[in-house]
Antibody, heavy 116, light 106 residues
């Protein structure tokens, strides 16, 4: 069974940093593009970033230059290093597996709250 | 960036109704359109990809259609489990979601 479990969320002040982790089981992340998607409180879904099978990375304009996505295939884990955090980054962050570029499995999400 | 616009934002319907949600893209996306269902406090669930292909395990009352910049999700006969929020997503150029359509019980 495919499972994705995020961790690392929490409360941080504006300008701070946080590192999210996503541990996968039931498949090897080395065979899939892996994404982060976020959802602000009461808001819709917002794509954040992707790391491809080959290690290529892409970011939404709202996080480019502040967030870094990475993967560690040996640990079957995905990461999101977030820095220079802003109040508007407050959201539930989901990791998601891509199959044929659509997100067929999601984690349960981890909440990041940025506030002074 | 490709903008995705869903309508309506909220839809009130009854069990057994046929409902349609529309998603418009700001530019042609070549059929690279998916639909997700999300229930409160839960992660989204993939329903349809490539405009009209049903994800494994998704009931056949769900269907998708469209081309170019206009796409639709239809539920042929609403069931109690279908009341949720639905999102379209384009994956032609990077990724972007519509703002969501909340399907409520009338």
């Amino acid at each position: 069974e495919v499972q994705l479990v995020e961790s690392g969320g929490g409360f941080v002040q504006p300008g701070g940093s946080l590192r999210l982790s996503c541990v996968a089981s039931g498949f090897s992340i080395s065979r899939n593009d892996m994404h982060w998607v976020r959802q602000g409180p009461g808001k819709g879904l917002e794509w954040v970033s992707v790391v491809g099978i080959g290690g290529d990375t892409y970011y939404s304009g709202s996080v480019k230059g502040r967030f870094t996505i990475s993967r560690e295939n040996a640990k079957n884990s995905l990461y999101l290093q977030m820095s220079s955090l802003r109040v508007e980054d407050t959201a539930v962050y989901y990791c998601a597996r891509a199959e044929m570029r659509t997100f067929d499995h999601w984690g349960q999400g981890t909440l990041v709250t940025v506030s002074s | 960036d490709i903008q995705m616009t869903q309508s309506p934002s909220t839809l009130s319907a009854s069990v057994g109704d046929r409902v349609t949600i529309t998603c418009r893209a700001s530019q042609r996306i070549g059929g690279w359109l998916a639909w997700y269902q999300q229930k409160p406090g839960k992660a989204p669930n993939l329903l349809i990809y490539h405009t009209s292909t049903l994800q494994s395990g998704v009931p056949s009352r769900f269907s998708g259609s469209g081309s170019g910049t206009e796409f639709t999700l239809t539920i042929s006969s609403l069931q109690p489990d279908d009341f949720a929020t639905y999102y379209c997503q384009q994956y032609n150029s990077y990724y972007s979601f519509g703002q969501g359509t909340k399907l409520e019980i009338k």
